[in-house]
């Protein structure tokens, strides 16, 4: 074989390789463009996603400045653009706060859950509002970073406000209707003895007069005989003696009926104090005398109360206002679940006290049909009810539960036998147990 010859196949060879490299090539760059092209339609769709969120969405790195803003913390922080700031600016907490609730390692390792935390948000005009946040953290590129959903709680809060006032007029229509019908009753027969006293006194006042006459006409030696027959006949007519025995029991049970009244006003007063945000040592055992005081017409006519209070029982620092509307949505709470399982009169709630170590225990016991064990762990959730609509907010027990635990550092739950039935056990620190816990916890924030 020539040279020209292995030149030819030499060549024919290259010419088939460069081929095969070229189309090899331009596969690859089709898969590439390809590739490029699905990443592009990705982050489009994945930057679609983020921007549209209703929730604002922030990314940042370990210093904390911001590297991303969607349009949803644009809005809430009412801000064009977050990038550059520092994660702590869009905040009301200190510097080291904000660290440890947003960068800390340790911290996201205890909230492995990933459970969102209520803060307080500053939009750029500086006016604070309620803000939900929950972080997460992923390592990119050998660097943390950390990725922050938040939510405004602003319209949510004030709706709550709105159906808590909503809840807290209900109770006082119920209550209004009850004390209503407490007050009535003995209105009614101190009205009747009053009535009873003034027609006694008319006819008391012809024998006064009478009696007048007859001092006169024997001061001045006039005859008497007729005056003193007039005076007998008006003592016939005024029934002197039925009205010496029915002048006490009269007079006593008006004094009663005044009391009773006077006692249903003090409870209503006392019941109804004002919310305030400074608490005091009150006396729980008189708390819920007062609650059943303003609420028992309601209560009775369902059920028979009992109650069993330790007299022992130390005092609660607390807000007087809030826990009297504690005591009462526990106690219409059982009632109402009465109401719709047993027969008019025949169900039955105790209500207990007893010093437990360094706390109060408070029970609220009725017979009712029960709490079905799979909702048993949503009853304090606000808005969740049972109840067909119309008929409840839902916001009763969720009340309850902020007030015992967020406000009060104690303790709710509710158990339910299979059996039907219903307690819930409230716990709450005692006066100078819940004194010395809250020195403690000021001076270990200094």
Not at 63 to 80: K, L, T
Not at 100 to 125: I, K, Y
Not at 207 to 222: H, I
Request: aromatic fraction near 6%; hydrophobic fraction near 40%; glycine fraction near 6%.
């Amino acid at each position: 074989m020539s040279d020209i010859e292995l030149l030819k196949r030499r060549f024919e060879r290259e010419r088939a390789a460069r081929k095969a490299a070229e189309s090899l090539l331009e596969q690859k760059s089709l898969e590439v463009y390809q590739a490029n092209l699905k990443l592009s339609e990705l982050a489009e769709h994945t930057e679609a996603i983020v921007e549209t969120a209703a929730d604002g969405i922030v990314t940042y790195g370990q210093d904390g400045v911001i590297r991303s803003f969607n349009r949803s913390a644009a809005r809430i922080f009412q801000r064009e653009s977050g990038i550059g700031l520092n994660v702590r600016d869009l905040f009301q907490c200190s510097d080291t706060l904000c660290s440890v609730l947003f960068l800390a390692d340790d911290f996201r390792e205890s909230n492995a859950n990933n459970e969102p935390l209520e803060f307080v948000g500053v939009r750029a005009s500086g006016q604070a509002f309620p803000a939900e946040v929950s972080t997460s953290r992923v390592e990119l590129n050998e660097s943390l970073v950390y990725t922050s959903l938040i939510r405004d709680l602003s319209k949510r809060k004030e709706l709550e406000v709105r159906l808590g006032q909503a809840q807290k007029m209900e109770s006082v229509g119920q209550l209004a209707a009850g004390i209503a019908h407490e007050i009535n009753t003995p209105i009614q027969f101190v009205g009747d003895n009053i009535k009873f006293l003034q027609g006694a006194f008319e006819d008391i006042s012809d024998l006064l007069a009478l009696y007048d006459q007859l001092v006169e006409a024997v001061d001045g030696n006039q005859p008497t005989q007729e005056v003193l027959s007039q005076v007998k006949q008006q003592c016939e007519i005024a029934d002197l003696p039925f009205l010496q025995d029915e002048f006490p029991s009269a007079i006593a049970q008006s004094l009663e009926g005044i009391e009773r009244v006077a006692t249903i006003v003090r409870a209503m007063k006392e019941f109804s104090l004002p919310a305030t945000q400074s608490k005091s040592a009150i006396d729980i055992n008189r708390a819920i005398e007062n609650t059943l005081a303003v609420a028992a017409n309601q209560a009775s006519e369902i059920a028979t109360i009992q109650t069993e209070l330790d007299p022992s029982l130390p005092p609660v620092l607390c807000l007087a206002g809030q826990m009297n509307q504690c005591f009462l949505n526990l106690l219409t709470n059982a009632v109402e679940a009465i109401a719709d399982h047993c027969e008019p009169g025949a169900g039955r709630i105790k209500i207990s006290t007893r010093a437990d170590k360094d706390a109060v225990e408070i029970r609220v016991e009725d017979n009712g049909p029960g709490i079905p064990a799979e909702i048993t762990n949503r009853i304090f959730d606000p808005f969740f009810t049972t109840k067909p609509v119309g008929k409840g907010t839902g916001q009763g027990l969720s009340f309850v539960y902020g007030v015992i635990v967020d406000m009060h550092d104690g303790t709710i739950h509710a158990q339910s036998p299979p059996n039907g039935g219903t307690t819930f056990v409230v716990s709450l620190p005692a006066h100078n147990y819940a004194e010395t816990k809250g020195r403690a916890h000021a001076n270990s924030a200094h």
